[in-house]
């Protein structure tokens, strides 16, 4: 083989290896795309989860409030 020969061997090795490079960056940035989009899924649900919680919290309190007023009636009517 020439040294001409090498230089083209060598140049495919390279470019491939570019190549190969290039792959392997392109899916690692659509994997860390793809978990940080997850991960702003599961803090949305957990943010709507909190809120759901507070506003159940808030109903339970009016109702043991509605109940301590007809508890509060029903002792004055006895």
């Known amino acids: 083989m020439n040294w001409h020969q090498w230089q083209e061997i060598i140049g495919v090795t390279g470019v491939f290896a570019l190549?190969?490079?290039?792959?392997?960056?392109l899916a690692s940035t659509w994997r860390a795309k793809a978990k940080l989009?997850?991960?702003?899924?599961?803090?949305?649900?957990?943010e709507k989860?909190?809120?759901?919680?507070?506003?159940?919290?808030?109903?339970?309190?009016d109702v043991q409030d509605r109940l301590r007023s007809i508890e509060r009636v029903l002792k004055e009517v006895d």
């Open 49 to 61: 989860a909190v809120r759901t919680q507070e506003e159940t919290e808030r109903q339970l309190r």
């Open 19 to 25: 190549l190969s490079i290039a792959i392997v960056q």
């Open 37 to 46: 989009a997850r991960e702003q899924e599961y803090r949305s649900l957990a």
